[in-house]
């Protein structure tokens, strides 16, 4: 069955360390999404990317790193710059960035010790 | 830029129908899609609005009205399982791309 993975379901990380929150797509699709949602604010977009080797930033990208080397694959790095990581971590891709569509994983959610 | 506004919690009972608004600001407008999340679960696709007027699928109904700037979604015949979040998202040019914005959400609680 085709679809988004995300690993890990529940990830801990202490103060000062980076981590790399895993998402991966057999569906095709040339545009990938990151997105943060904390209670009461939607979701909010960190970075996407349309096509391999290449992202843009969204709206809170700050304190997050991407890669996109493998069409199937977009991990996001939370790093330490990020001031207040913990929260609900949801990857999403389309087929194109202008089709409306976004099929999402099942998320990870961070939580800084 | 993309700002959104719905409601942030509405109420209904079983069997009823329930009308989620959402108003939006773009500088470009390239539609208005609905999502549907159940707590701690991903965000499920559920309709889209390109053009003005009702698209229909089966128990949800989703309208647009470009010059108001204003769209809602329509659940017919509420089930217990309908008690969800509701997001609306418009997607919008930003830096030669199209990104979505998606609204604070609206949770929908069913009563029996």
């Known amino acids: 069955d085709g679809g988004i993975t995300q690993s890990p379901k529940y990830l801990f990380r202490k103060e000062g360390q980076n981590v790399t929150l895993s998402c991966e797509q057999n569906?095709?699709?040339?545009?990938m999404y990151w997105y943060r949602q904390d209670p009461g604010q939607g979701l909010r977009l960190i970075y996407y990317s349309q096509i391999v080797n290449d992202f843009q930033k969204g709206d809170i990208a700050e304190g997050y790193s991407v890669s996109r080397e493998k069409k199937e694959s977009f991990p996001l790095t939370v790093t330490s710059a990020q001031k207040n990581p913990t929260a609900f971590y949801l990857c999403?891709?389309?087929?194109?960035?202008?089709?409306?569509?976004?099929?999402f994983g099942p998320g990870t959610r961070l939580t800084v010790l | 830029g993309q700002s959104l506004e719905q409601p942030s919690e509405v109420t209904a009972v079983e069997g009823a129908i329930v009308q989620i608004n959402c108003t939006y600001q773009t500088s470009g407008f390239y539609g208005l899609s609905w999502y549907q999340q159940h707590d701690g679960g991903a965000p499920t696709f559920l309709s889209y609005?390109?053009?003005?007027g009702l698209e229909e699928t089966g128990r949800f109904s989703s309208f647009l009205s470009r010059s108001d700037s204003y769209g809602y979604l329509l659940l017919q015949e509420l089930q217990m399982k309908d008690s969800a979040s509701y997001f609306c998202?418009?997607?919008?040019?930003?830096?030669?791309?199209?990104?979505?914005?998606f609204g604070r959400g609206t949770s929908l609680i069913v009563h029996p």
């Open positions: 569906l095709n699709h040339d545009a």
């Open positions: 999403a891709s389309s087929i194109g960035e202008t089709y409306n569509e976004q099929f």
């Open positions: 998202a418009v997607r919008g040019p930003s830096g030669g791309s199209y990104i979505p914005t």
């Open positions: 609005n390109g053009l003005d």
